[in-house]
């Protein structure tokens, strides 16, 4: 079975810190992916990886960064956090070369107070 | 943009009968989805995917129809369980975006014993 890890599963931070939230998949995937999940709005991609070192910006990646240095880990920064990204952030990795399905960790859930 | 919508945020069904989840997509090149299983405190779970080549998946008391003409997805759980309970949505890859899924926002069901 494919396994994916996060972290922690709830972080409280201020405003202003910066915030680490650590991904590992054990599974020699390809792809990793950061997501946020706000009620209403389903899951929105923040940013993508397909290969060590590379990343790819998805459709809300202001005020996050990543970082993928090793295959299997892929961190997402707050580099300031705000109380606007208080929500659940969310992991997944794929296969990829074209085998879509995407498993994800259960989740952060981060307060910014 | 694309859109993925679900058409009832909430569903009540009595154990045993037969659930019905929709889904609405925007995007006539999205070419691959996936249903997916939230349950509470938990990632999202692969449940079961669809090619646009195809109308018609089934998997073990799950089947997925997609209507292309009118961009539609639904995914139909048999003999609804207690187990059943959760968050369900769907999710689209549009041709050309890489690994770019677009989510919907989800349908809570609820199965009463």
């Known amino acids: 079975d494919v396994k994916v890890t996060q972290s922690s599963r709830y972080l409280v931070k201020r405003t202003g810190e910066k915030v680490f939230l650590e991904c590992v998949q054990d599974?020699?995937?390809?792809?990793m992916f950061w997501y946020r999940q706000d009620p209403g709005l389903g899951l929105r991609l923040i940013y993508f990886?397909?290969?060590?070192?590379?990343?790819e910006k998805g459709d809300i990646p202001e005020g996050y960064s990543v970082s993928r240095e090793k295959k299997e880990r892929f961190s997402l920064i707050l580099e300031s956090a705000s109380t606007n990204q208080t929500s659940m952030y969310l992991c997944?990795?794929?296969?990829?070369?074209?085998?879509?399905?995407?498993?994800f960790g259960p989740g952060t859930r981060l307060t910014v107070t | 943009g694309e859109s993925v919508g679900l058409h009832l945020p909430t569903l009540s069904v009595q154990e045993g009968d037969n659930s019905i989840i929709n889904c609405a997509y925007s995007n006539s090149a999205s070419d691959y989805f996936i249903w997916y299983k939230q349950e509470s405190g938990k990632g999202p779970q692969f449940i079961i995917d669809?090619?646009?080549?195809?109308d018609k998946r089934q998997g073990q008391r799950v089947t997925v129809l997609l209507n292309k003409t009118v961009k539609h997805l639904s995914l139909q759980i048999a003999a609804t369980q207690p187990g059943d309970s959760a968050v369900y949505f769907c999710?689209?890859?549009?041709?050309?975006?890489?690994?770019?899924?677009?989510f919907g926002t989800g349908t809570s069901l609820t199965v009463i014993p």
């Open positions: 990886s397909y290969d060590v070192k590379m990343k």
């Open positions: 999710a689209d890859l549009p041709a050309n975006t890489g690994n770019q899924f677009y």
């Open positions: 997944a990795s794929s296969l990829g070369r074209d085998t879509y399905e995407q498993y």
């Open positions: 599974m020699d995937h390809e792809n």
């Open positions: 669809i090619r646009s080549n195809m």
